[in-house]
């Protein structure tokens, strides 16, 4: 297998308030993927769980180990790499928003906790993750047969700090489920992960939701496959779809040649005053 290249498949479905109905369609969109020719595979943030605050304890109360079970299966079944998304994740008295990460084998590769909570007053909508979770304070970038990964939730990309932080160790792709409201959606979306892409020049994913229309919290969907130039090597509207794309790790390399940003940083003026 050659690692610098290898095919990306990004499930964009619509979380259901029946949890076995979309772990059925997650289920089935993974085969798909896999059938299709992806290597890896992402799902979006809150897969498992409609995304709303009366939802979040509700479906943790089961228990995140259930669905970590069948990410682990799902991956191991289909020999894929498995971004599952993310899951309300409990631990002792504290509630996290979380993706696990498996190999082909169905072994953990990764744990990122949300580390930036999306807590945010816009006009028409306000919303505080950290009314239910406990924001996660680690970085997570990691091995793969693939390359080096890292791994962001949504409300993460805000922060470029991280991203340049992941960069700096390695990361060649960035995987990052979300849910962008039907606010920020049409504002930042397209612009904020292009920008990550850009500013890094790496591989970039941003793997949305569907929308659920009427529901308390419309996704904006639009998952978003990017190459490290910005160009969009796939993308899709609000509705339920896989996204597949080939991606080559040695356009990072030429990128960087053409364009050298990203080698040329200049760490000892960025740093704040005392």
């Known amino acids: 297998m050659n690692r610098k290249k290898f095919s990306l498949g990004v499930c964009q479905l619509r979380t259901e308030t029946d949890y076995e109905a979309t772990m059925q369609k997650a289920k089935e969109m993974i085969s798909f993927a896999a059938k ?24 943790a109360s089961r228990g995140h180990e259930e669905t970590c079970r069948r990410l682990s299966s799902w991956a191991r079944e289909n020999r894929v790499l498995l971004v599952g998304g993310s899951v309300p994740e409990k631990e002792g008295d504290h509630l996290y928003n979380t993706c696990f990460v498996y190999g082909p084998d169905g072994e953990l590769l990764a744990r990122h906790r949300k580390i ?3 807590d945010v007053d816009l006009p028409g909508m306000r919303f505080h993750e950290s009314h239910t979770f406990t924001p996660g304070s680690e970085i997570t970038v990691f091995d793969t047969p693939y390359g080096k990964m890292g791994v962001a939730i949504c409300f993460d990309v805000r922060f470029p700090e991280l991203f340049r932080a992941m960069a700096r160790r390695g990361a060649e792709l ?11 959606g049409p504002a930042h979306w397209d612009s904020t992960m ?9 591989f970039f994913v941003a793997a949305s939701a569907a929308r659920y229309k009427g529901f308390s919290y419309e996704c904006w969907g639009h998952s978003l496959i990017l190459d490290p130039y910005g160009t969009a090597l796939a993308s899709a509207d609000e509705t339920e779809q896989l996204l597949l794309a080939e991606l080559d790790l040695s356009r990072i390399d030429e990128v960087r040649a053409q364009l050298p940003t990203f080698l040329h940083l200049r760490e000892e003026l960025y740093a704040v005053a005392d």
């Open 36 to 59: 299709s020719g992806g290597n890896v595979v992402v799902l979006p943030e809150m897969f498992s769980c409609p995304y709303a605050g009366e939802y979040f304890r509700v479906f």
């Open 116 to 118: 930036h909570l999306f």
């Open 174 to 184: 960035i995987c990052l489920p979300a849910q962008f409201n039907m606010t920020t």
């Open 194 to 202: 292009r920008t990550r892409a850009v500013d890094n020049e790496l």
